[in-house]
T-cell receptor
């Protein structure tokens, strides 16, 4: 099966600019996750969707980050405006079942964001 | 929310030796504990997982043990090989996944 797709793979922006990332999960996977992975740290969950509904966004900095999954398939994550500390790899993952916090998560290749 | 601590942060072993990485978690309701391997510049890949109704699970050279009472779980890699060199992350989940900070394992040939 095709894996989780993400684009772009790399992005360099200046602080205060906006940026958007796209994720296409594995076909049929109900649950989609966005993680932020700062260099040298473990992935940090930003938001979790089940179909097109938000399950958990407790760690999403809502003053600047937003995400949507309008049709329950693809998702976009946006940062507006970006700060230097947003430099990280943004990983998208998906899993198949609705109770998917206890199901295998498959990660995409990530988008490496550099904020100058 | 859940808090996961992972030790050690770096581990260097000789090829053929065993490696052990330990994690503790704070939320006794967590019931799923995966381990991921991440090579430099690549995505995390699941290598083994364990659920709270099981105390131990083994897959060839890799095993995971879980002690629910003490709220800790460990990854054991036997007969290590240079290709095992990577960063390993533990995670714990009930309703959302929390990752440890990672262990950089180096296997010296």
């Amino acid at each position: 099966e095709a894996g989780v797709a993400q684009s772009p793979r790399y992005k360099i922006i200046e602080k205060r600019q906006s940026v958007a990332f796209w994720c296409n999960p594995i076909s049929g996977h109900a649950t989609l996750y966005w993680y932020q992975q700062i260099l040298g740290q473990g992935p940090k969950l930003l938001i979790q969707f089940q179909n097109n509904g938000v399950v958990d966004d407790s760690q999403l900095p809502k003053d600047r980050f937003s995400a949507e999954r309008l049709k329950g398939v693809d998702s976009t994550l946006k940062i507006q405006p970006a700060k230097l500390e947003d430099s990280a790899v943004y990983l998208c993952a998906s899993s198949s079942r609705l109770s998917a916090s206890t199901d295998t998560q498959y990660f995409g290749p990530g988008t490496r964001l550099t904020v100058l | 929310g859940e808090n996961v601590e992972q030790h050690p942060s770096t581990l260097s072993v000789q090829e053929g030796d065993s490696a052990v990485i330990k994690c503790t978690y704070s939320d006794s309701a967590s019931n799923y504990f995966p381990w991921y391997k991440q090579e430099l510049g690549k995505r995390p890949q699941l290598i083994i997982d364990i659920r709270s109704n099981v105390g131990e699970k083994k897959d060839q050279r890799i095993a995971v043990t879980l002690n629910k009472t003490a709220k800790h779980f460990s990854l054991h890699i036997t007969e290590t090989q240079p290709e095992d060199s990577a960063v390993y992350f533990c995670a714990a989940s009930k309703n959302d996944m929390r990752f440890g900070a990672g262990t950089r394992l180096t296997v010296k040939p």
